[in-house]
């Protein structure tokens, strides 16, 4: 079966700082991996995806995110946080083979910016 | 990129009451629709697989007849919350998959139901 972990429901980094968010991940097979960002009462914003290739993958709004076969994780970065980066983060997979494109989603990191 | 809307986007209502939410699909065609079930500062639950001209695949615990779906079009699907209590209250998503060599997913921006 499929299966997402973030392990923290909560992530705090002061506006200039680094942030990590992680993410790992119980597949079958290769899977497509996304993250996802959610403003409050707003659908869901795609950041960024591993699909295949260098396993540094960079998205939007200067976030990156890396990923690691042999740890089964794809944690998300940014080398400056902001203040407007609070929001609610989900990671997710899909297995290669879905012809439907089926996700599934992490339980949600909520990332909070201190200015 | 592709969009796609919902509608609407905030609805309140009585109990008892059946409250229909659209997902469009606006510059791609759709055969498959996810909906969601989003509680507060949580994950995104999968409902149900909306499929263009037959029926819909429910995820386990969720009730056919309660949540009713209607795949009518190539860029269309409705969810009805039919009878609606208070703890259907929720705020439902929609994504729709489109076609091409990854199926990227493309994500409604959501509708908020309150049933008083």
């Known amino acids: 079966a499929q299966s997402v972990a973030q392990p923290e429901d909560q992530v705090n980094v002061a506006e200039g700082n680094p942030l990590t968010v992680k993410c790992t991940y119980s597949?079958?097979?290769?899977?497509?991996l996304f993250w996802y960002v959610q403003y409050p009462n707003r659908g869901l914003q795609f950041l960024l995806k591993y699909i295949t290739g260098d396993n540094l993958v960079k998205g939007s709004y200067g976030f990156e995110a890396e990923f690691n076969k042999s740890q089964t994780s794809f944690h998300l970065k940014k080398p400056s946080a902001l203040v407007s980066d609070s929001a609610l983060y989900f990671c997710a997979v899909r297995d290669r083979g879905s012809t439907l494109g089926r996700l599934y989603f992490g339980r949600g990191t909520q990332l909070t910016v201190w200015p | 990129g592709a969009v796609v809307s919902q509608h609407p986007s905030r609805v309140i209502c009585k109990s008892g009451t059946s409250v229909k939410i659209e997902c469009r699909s606006l510059d791609f065609q759709a055969t498959t629709m996810f909906w969601y079930r989003q509680f507060p500062k949580q994950s995104l639950m999968l409902m149900a697989t909306?499929?263009?001209?037959?029926?819909?695949?429910?995820e386990q615990g969720v009730e056919k007849d309660k949540f009713l779906i209607n795949h009518a079009s190539l860029t269309l699907s409705t969810l009805t919350v039919t009878s609606a209590h208070p703890e259907d209250s929720s705020f439902y998503i929609c994504s729709a998959p489109r076609e091409g060599r990854y199926n990227e997913q493309f994500f409604g921006p959501g509708t908020r139901l309150t049933v008083l």
């Open positions: 597949v079958s097979g290769n899977p497509y």
């Open positions: 909306s499929n263009e001209g037959s029926k819909a695949t429910y």
